[in-house]
């Protein structure tokens, strides 16, 4: 099964200063590759998502690339303000044709946003 | 927002004694799922219904079963809950399969407690 990686575990950042987290996943059939952020208690909440025929998504100061041939992809959090404090999941999907396959997370980092 | 709804929020069970969680959703999607998410872990997806087609995970315990009466229903059965199941359970749907250009929807999940 797909296998995915997400690091770091725990990035702070100043106010203002971009964020980068990245993940990698193992089965190169992936096709659809999905950031949720998840604040405490509450349910993961998409933010963002990318699919194999694109390179990069921008939605104003959030951004996914994707690189298909090394297997990564990473989320890009520019002018990072404290609301935008949470835990991130990355995570792979793939069709496998006869329905619907679920998604595979990584472990998740923790933003932190120092004020 | 209630798309995805499950019930009950919060439930308390003892050790084996048998519990089941309820999802209903309001968006006619064909793909259920429930996904474990223990604390500071990355939900785990348990299975799935793709219409009335059951897709377990090959890691599920076989202590965990799930019923899909209808397309607007999806029921977890933990037969005999230990310890270690203690968890919030999320329920998710899609209208296709999530590599066919469909996204996910989480509900508010359910946090089990087993004493």
């Known amino acids: 099964g797909e296998n995915v990686e997400q690091h770091p575990s725990t990035l702070s950042v100043q106010e203002g200063d971009s964020a980068v987290i990245k993940c990698t996943y193992s089965?190169?059939?992936?096709?659809?590759f999905p950031w949720y952020k998840q604040e405490l208690g509450k349910r993961p909440q998409l933010i963002i998502d990318?699919?194999?025929?694109?390179g990069e998504k921008k939605d104003q100061r959030i951004a996914v690339t994707l690189n298909k041939t090394a297997k990564h992809f990473s989320l890009h959090i520019t002018e990072t303000q404290p609301e935008d404090s949470a835990v991130y999941f990355c995570?792979?999907?793939?069709?496998?044709?006869?329905?619907?396959?679920?998604?595979?997370f990584g472990k998740g980092t923790h933003l932190i946003i120092q004020p | 927002d209630a798309m995805v709804i499950q019930n009950p929020r919060y439930q308390v069970t003892q050790f084996g004694k048998p519990v089941t969680l309820s999802c209903s959703q309001t968006?006619?999607?064909?793909?259920m799922y429930w996904y474990q998410q223990k604390s500071s872990q990355a939900p785990k997806l348990l299975f799935h219904?793709?219409?009335?087609?059951?897709?377990n995970e090959a890691d599920t315990p076989d202590n965990f079963q799930s019923r899909r009466p209808n397309t607007s229903f999806c029921f977890l059965d933990i037969r005999s809950p230990g310890l270690g199941d203690a968890a919030m359970y999320l329920c998710?749907?899609?209208?296709?399969?999530?590599?066919?250009?469909?996204?996910?929807?989480f509900g508010p999940g359910t946090r089990l407690t087993v004493t």
């Open positions: 998710a749907t899609s209208t296709e399969g999530l590599g066919r250009g469909h996204e996910q929807y």
């Open positions: 089965d190169s059939a992936s096709n659809y």
């Open positions: 990318i699919r194999s025929n694109v």
């Open positions: 995570a792979a999907s793939m069709y496998s044709g006869g329905g619907a396959d679920g998604l595979t």
């Open positions: 968006l006619n999607h064909n793909v």
């Open positions: 219904y793709y219409d009335k087609d059951f897709n």
